[in-house]
């Protein structure tokens, strides 16, 4: 729910002052400047409230705006979680970045782009795992024979390189239709839930076919698997794409 952002900004003269916060913030501890989406404003709509959005530039530096450390993750250790706090945040009025409460188009423009990326590293990702499970599948023996011939773990084999494909196509299709600039939101969203779902399953699966070794932080299995889990949360949750799909489909039908 981008609009319902608490964050927000009042005109005070010709500046802006900015409160409240921003939460999971990657590379904050490193920018020297931020783009930042708050609330400027309230129109009311037959479904309710409906919050404006203006997107801001902001220094680090700037009195009244910190950058503090956030949350630890069991999911992506590799980057730092920060926490970006406004406290009477005075800004000029040439901090706006585009048109005054013009921001969610921007913002929306942004996050179906960013979409297609998590639907891209998803599959390049499941990729690489499965690279795994099938080289152990055929190396490691049991009963005589290689494990990958069993049909429990072959069947999951032929399973994971189909949904691969099949991902790998829909993300493809989706950056090709927003390069023409063709509509793309429904089927970015069928990119992004597929794509970030079969990671998911695909690291399941191979973590399974692993066994209790798959486990062990010796090994890149389990954090393939912890890492897979945040690609369904962030940039839209599955369920919000799913929504996406549906809605697509059904407004031509006036529903």
């Known amino acids: 729910d981008v609009r319902g952002m608490k964050c927000s900004a009042i005109s005070d003269g010709s500046d802006w002052i900015i409160n409240g916060s921003k939460h999971f ?9 931020f783009i930042v989406f708050v609330a400027t404003g309230v129109d009311e ?5 409906k919050k404006r959005i203006t997107t ?6 700037t009195k009244g705006f910190e950058v503090r450390n956030g949350y630890n993750s069991v999911s992506h250790k590799g980057y730092k979680n920060c926490i970006l706090d406004f406290d009477n945040c ?4 040439e901090a ?6 013009g921001g969610f188009a921007v913002m929306n423009e942004w996050l179906y782009a960013t979409r297609i990326t998590v639907a891209a590293f998803s599959v390049g990702r499941a990729r690489r795992c499965f690279d795994y499970a099938l080289n152990y599948a055929a190396e490691r023996k049991q009963f005589g024979q290689a494990i990958g011939k ?43 839930v597929f794509a970030s779902e079969t990671l998911a399953s695909v ?3 191979t973590l399974q076919i692993f066994g209790g070794m798959g486990l062990m932080d010796d090994f890149p299995i389990e954090r393939f698997w912890r890492d897979a889990r945040v690609e ?15 809605r697509e489909l059904l407004r031509p039908l006036g529903a």
Do not use: C, Y
Not at 96 to 101: A, K, N, P
């Open 203 to 205: 690291t399941d699966k």
């Open 150 to 192: 069993f049909q429990g773990v072959g069947f999951q084999i032929a399973d994971m390189i189909t949904d691969i494909d099949a991902a790998d196509l829909l993300t493809l299709k989706s950056a090709w239709m927003l390069d023409q600039g063709q509509p793309s939101n429904r089927e970015i969203a069928s990119a992004k």
């Open 56 to 61: 801001f530039l902001v220094d680090r530096g």
């Open 96 to 101: 706006v970045l585009g048109e005054i409460d």
């Open 45 to 49: 709509t037959p479904r309710g409230p």
């Open 25 to 33: 913030i990657s590379g904050a501890e490193h920018a020297d400047f």
């Open 232 to 246: 369904r949360i962030w940039d839209g949750t599955s369920e919000i794409q799913r929504h996406i799909i549906s």
């Open 90 to 93: 005075r800004l000029p009025k």
